[in-house]
């Protein structure tokens, strides 16, 4: 292992990281096998998705095929997430935490990857974020050439369980009035614990854009939802209901602060206005 900072001028960060993605893929890997899968994470509004287009565009370029997956078109859709809120727990109808995803889904997504061809291309599925619902399968990207890479880009991607004593006391506003028994945060560090840790193993490289607070992730956030509310977007959220949207997200957001630097094999260092300000390489 070794640490190294690139701060200097002129460096593209998307070229650096790929090309230390690249450098690490298994020679062994064929387009016949599943694909090498390497995490790209980030907070909220952080710019992953452009950044994991950047990745992919350079993969495809030095000749590797690369198909990105992003965490939130795995959302599960409005009425399931009626029913976890039903039998689970009332925050649960909101998007975001662990155990809002279909990881079932996911891994089919994963294996179809692995098996894709014109005769039987994989679908890929889509979130639609200003109706806040999955699109129908008709609407879904096919994807007819198994790759060689995929990046999956999402925001608590590869963030670890809390400790059971990190839980107890309430964060926010929302823990406070909406789970003072902590019924909900704990089934969410369940679900992390298990299937999306499950899935973190898989991971032969983890790339982290790293925002240099939690604060800064309100007005991110917001220049997306911005974006939806000029759109007249159904579900588009105001600056009150995104405030309390973001609660849903900050304990782990804050617990990924802490936790991915140490974890990630590349780190993006960003500033408030999402600028790259240096990079640390730990491969």
């Not at 179809?112 to 039987?120: D, F, G, K, M, Q």
């Amino acid at each position: 292992m070794r640490s190294d900072a690139s701060t200097h001028a002129g460096y593209d960060p998307a070229v650096v990281a790929a090309d230390r993605m690249l450098a690490r893929l298994p020679a062994k890997l064929d387009s016949h096998g599943a694909a090498w899968l390497v995490g790209l994470a980030g907070l909220q509004g952080s710019g992953k998705s452009t950044f994991a287009r950047q990745l992919a565009s350079v993969a495809n370029a030095r000749g590797v095929a690369t198909q990105v997956l992003a965490l939130d078109d795995f959302y599960f859709g409005r009425r399931d997430r009626m029913h976890l809120a039903r039998s689970v727990h009332p925050l649960l109808a909101t998007r975001g935490v662990p155990g809002t995803h279909d990881m079932d889904l996911l891994a089919r997504t994963l294996g179809a990857l692995a098996r894709a061809s014109a005769r039987r291309p994989a679908r890929i599925p889509r979130f639609d974020k200003g109706r806040d619902t999955r699109l129908p399968p008709s609407r879904w990207r096919g994807v007819s050439k198994s790759p060689r890479l995929v990046v999956l880009e999402g925001w608590c991607v590869g963030v670890p369980a809390q400790a059971a004593n990190a839980l107890v006391r309430p964060l926010n506003a929302l823990e406070r009035d909406e789970d003072r028994d902590g019924h909900w945060r704990r089934w969410v560090n369940a679900q992390l614990a298990d299937a999306y840790a499950g899935l973190w193993r898989q991971l032969g490289m983890l790339i982290a854009l790293e925002a240099p607070n939690f604060a800064v992730v309100a007005r991110w956030r917001d220049e997306q939802e911005r974006a939806l509310r000029m759109s007249n977007a159904p579900h588009a959220m105001d600056v009150a209901a995104l405030r309390r949207f973001l609660m849903h997200y900050e304990r782990l957001s804050r617990h990924a602060l802490r936790e991915l630097p140490a974890r990630a094999d590349v780190r993006i260092l960003l500033r408030d206005d999402r600028t790259v300000r240096g990079m640390v390489l730990s491969i």
